[in-house]
């Protein structure tokens, strides 16, 4: 692997003017959805968090249910729903003395499913491969 290029250091190989119309670049999006966008990968990217989450596309559940089943304190389950609130990730219903917690819509479930199926998926053979030759390589630093 030692002899690869860097990838600064290589070339473009096409130009512009080869590429077909229908591959011209799109609109990009706005600056203000991609910060939105961060803001909302920080707050699933905390493994409790998430955790949480994957509870809640289960169905709705309150915050005493959700600390018992994380075997946490009612603040701290409390502290990490507001950060997912406060990103539009989930909602709160109020069904008598209780307050519900669940997912606010589609996307989130297919974002939390998309993100654990993805955790999930076996690596690529390539990426096996790269495991392996690192793996024989530090034995042979040994």
Known sequence: MADLPELDAV???CTAEEHSP??????????V???RASRLFRAIGDP?????LSRLAQGEMCVTELAAAEGESLSTISQRLRVLRSENIIVRRRRGKHINY???DQHVMDLVFNALAHATERPAV????????SDKE???LS
Do not use: M, Q
């Open 11 to 13: 070339e473009p190989s």
């Open 48 to 52: 409790a968090r998430l955790r949480i």
């Open 102 to 104: 669940g997912l606010a």
């Open 138 to 140: 530090e034995e042979n």
């Open 33 to 35: 959805a991609l910060e």
């Open 126 to 133: 390539s990426e096996r491969r790269g495991e392996s030759e």
């Open 22 to 31: 229908e591959r011209a670049p799109k609109p990009f999006v706005n600056d």
